[in-house]
């Protein structure tokens, strides 16, 4: 059973940088897509970004586009968001997701694995 688990949110400041964690278990993840996606209150889920675990492509939305970075280590089984130059409006629970196939896809729909997530709050 896919279990997916994210850690390193906070309280920061703008202008601040973090890195959120996901550590998967439960299975090899060679040939799946994982994705970090956001909901902000009273939002939908957003994506982030997205990597394929075996070659490590990644694709963005244009608004994190050259702040985030999204990452993975094979040997640890964890995937990173790292975060730079956080503004008010990154604010938002981080969720970590997994999906089979290598797509670039950003939709919730096509990601059936979610972690619990964790909350990042950016003050001004």
């Known amino acids: 059973q896919v279990q997916l688990v994210e850690s390193g949110g906070g309280l920061v400041q703008a202008g601040d940088s973090l890195r959120l964690s996901c550590a998967a278990s439960?299975?090899?993840?060679?040939?799946?897509?994982m994705g970090w996606f956001r909901q902000a209150p009273g939002k939908e889920r957003e994506f982030v970004a997205g990597i394929t675990w075996s070659r490590g492509s990644t694709w963005y939305t244009d608004s994190v586009k050259g702040r985030f970075t999204i990452s993975r280590d094979n040997d640890k089984n964890t995937v990173y968001l790292q975060m730079n130059n956080l503004k008010p409006e990154d604010t938002a629970v981080y969720y970590c997701?997994?999906?089979?196939?290598?797509?670039?896809?950003?939709?919730?729909?096509?990601?059936?694995?979610w972690g619990q997530g964790t909350r990042l709050t950016v003050s001004s």
């Open positions: 439960g299975r090899t993840f060679s040939g799946y897509r």
């Open positions: 997701a997994a999906a089979q196939g290598t797509s670039y896809t950003r939709s919730t729909a096509s990601y059936g694995y």
